[in-house]
């Protein structure tokens, strides 16, 4: 080896203390730049799964309600319709409703907001056994979450109460109340889950839909055929 | 380095080979490699709007599917003899309670006496009121058979 390293004729260039510093600060500059990205990125991922969570959550909350309501019986329908005392408020249901599980049977199931607030409020769910319409040894059993325990967001539910059938004009239209006085049974409950989160102030997760409590009487010897069609179109929201 | 191996260029001094001078980087050069830089970032952040997208989706299209099934309810609670007399508006409504999604519902009575209820929902990405619906944004349908 000769030690040389470059043609003959054509001197080596060396790089200067200038083009050094440019370039290291050319360097820093992207880095600052990737870094900026990956950060963001990690943020966003973040604030997805919270909002994942929160969706996830109402999604199965709305499943427990809508089953809860669709198994439900009007006291009317009862042998003894004493035994149980429905209640239909703005934050509070409390409905005669067939439960599963390890004891199955008739229980009257009250749903209501948890106490507190911030990241350990909940909704409750509370299941007292109907007296002597119940099989087994069902007791009371204590107050648990509906759905999942939420994690780092305050769930809300409302309901709202149809007690006369919508009438049909270019529009369906419902009168929804806030709530119904004792002894009525309504024909729609509107059931709305709410969660707000820091990270989406202006776009909450919203689910809202309504559910016919048990039997219609109109709809008495009817009979649904199991054709319901869900189809996704492809949104590009 | 000796202070020989530097030229002046314009009022520049550039180092160089002797006899050879060298080139800067030239307009084009310049906008070349800022448009490659512009194209990555874009690529990057493209990415990271396309990660919220699916959360986005996936919570229009619950929504959409909850009122479509909250329209069923309320028009399954309608008693039947109405039911059969209704002319729903052919052009898609918006939801009262939320009025960025729309809806259409169809009945349809069958020759065996059972009614054929659909609604279909959408939702609209514009803010815009007063526009016809974009049916093309249909997210849900859904159906029911009363007999």
Same mark, same amino acid.
């Given at each position: ?32 730049v990737a ?24 999604l ?54 948890g106490?507190?607030s ?17 099989s ?14 939420p ?62 409590p048990g ?23 | ?43 990057? /952040? ?30 399954? $609670?309608?008693? $039947? ?7 729903p508006?052919?052009?898609f409504?918006?939801?009262? $309670?939320?009025?960025?999604?729309? /809806? ?27 526009? $016809? ?15």
């Amino acid at each position: 080896m000769s030690g040389r390293l470059h043609a003959p004729g054509l001197r080596r260039k060396a790089v200067t203390l200038i083009e050094l510093l440019v370039a290291i600060a050319g360097l820093t500059v992207l880095s600052l730049v990737a870094y900026g990205v990956y950060d963001q990125t990690q943020a966003a991922s973040l604030k997805i799964a919270r909002r994942q969570a929160a969706i996830d959550y109402a999604l199965l909350a709305m499943k427990e309600l809508t089953l809860l309501l669709e198994n439900a019986v009007a006291p009317a329908n009862l042998d003894r319709p004493e035994a149980v005392r429905p209640e239909f408020k703005a934050d509070r249901l409390a409905v005669p409703s067939y439960v599963e599980g390890a004891s199955p049977g008739l229980y009257l199931v009250t749903v209501s907001p948890g106490e507190g607030s911030g990241e350990g409020a909940h909704l409750l769910r509370r299941e007292s056994p109907v007296a002597g319409l119940t099989s087994g040894e069902a007791e009371q059993a204590p107050a648990r979450p509906l759905g999942l325990r939420p994690e780092g967001f305050e769930p809300r539910v409302r309901f709202r109460y149809a007690v006369a059938p919508p009438r049909l004009g270019a529009d369906v239209q419902v009168d929804y109340r806030e709530e119904l006085e004792a002894g009525l049974w309504p024909v729609l409950v509107e059931i709305v889950i709410r969660i707000e989160l820091e990270d989406y102030p202006t776009n909450p997760v919203e689910l809202r839909t309504a559910v016919i409590p048990g039997r219609l009487p109109s709809l008495a010897g009817t009979r649904e055929t199991a054709a319901t069609e869900i189809a996704a179109r492809g949104a590009r929201p | 380095m000796r202070l020989s191996d530097r030229d002046e260029v314009n009022g520049w001094t550039t180092l160089s080979p002797k006899g050879r001078k060298r080139r800067a980087f030239s307009v084009v050069e310049l906008i070349v490699a800022t448009a490659v830089f512009v194209v990555g970032v874009a690529a990057i /952040y493209d990415q990271f709007v396309r990660t919220q997208l699916p959360s986005k989706r996936r919570l229009l299209q619950a929504q959409g599917r909850l009122l479509a099934h909250q329209k069923l309810e309320e028009i399954r $609670a309608v008693p $039947a003899e109405d039911l059969l007399q209704w002319n729903p508006a052919e052009a898609f409504r918006p939801i009262e $309670a939320q009025p960025r999604f729309h /809806y259409k519902p169809t009945v349809a009575a069958r020759p065996d006496g059972a009614v054929d209820v659909t609604v279909a929902v959408g939702w609209d990405p514009s803010d815009a009121e007063g526009q $016809a619906f974009p049916e093309g944004q249909v997210i849900v349908v859904e159906g029911r058979s009363l007999l």
